[in-house]
């Protein structure tokens, strides 16, 4: 049994922060590769960062310089802060994993999201 569940979302002015959490419960994998990715009404899931067990770390263009994505793996948690927020990223924010270093193929495990919204 692998659970991965998102907490940290909510409402947020222009230009503010929040700090998404994912903590990983029940049987616990070694993960090789996490990510957070978001979904927008009307558009496609998007892979927002992405961290490897190497501590690589991958960001979309949009959100490069202003979220940095991050992990303990003592406490089996990965986070994203999110910094400068724009409306531009409201949307439901997904935790996911992977036991593969390459996530080209997407990752098996996800979070049940949780909602980022931010007003002008």
């Known amino acids: 049994q692998v659970q991965l569940v998102e907490s940290g979302g909510g409402l947020v002015q222009a230009g503010g922060s929040l700090r998404l959490s994912c903590v990983a419960s029940?049987?616990?994998?070694?993960?090789?590769?996490m990510g957070w990715h978001r979904q927008a009404p009307g558009k496609q899931r998007e892979l927002v960062a992405a961290?490897?067990?190497?501590?690589?770390?991958n960001y979309a263009d949009s959100v490069k310089g202003r979220f940095t994505i991050s992990r303990d793996n003592a406490k089996n948690t990965v986070y994203l802060q999110m910094n400068s927020l724009k409306p531009e990223d409201t949307a439901v924010y997904f935790c996911?994993?992977?036991?593969?270093?390459?996530?080209?193929?997407?990752?098996?495990?996800w979070g049940q999201g949780t909602q980022v919204t931010v007003s002008s």
């Open positions: 961290i490897t067990s190497g501590d690589n770390t």
């Open positions: 996911a994993a992977s036991q593969y270093m390459n996530y080209d193929a997407g990752f098996p495990f």
């Open positions: 029940g049987f616990i994998f070694r993960f090789k590769a």
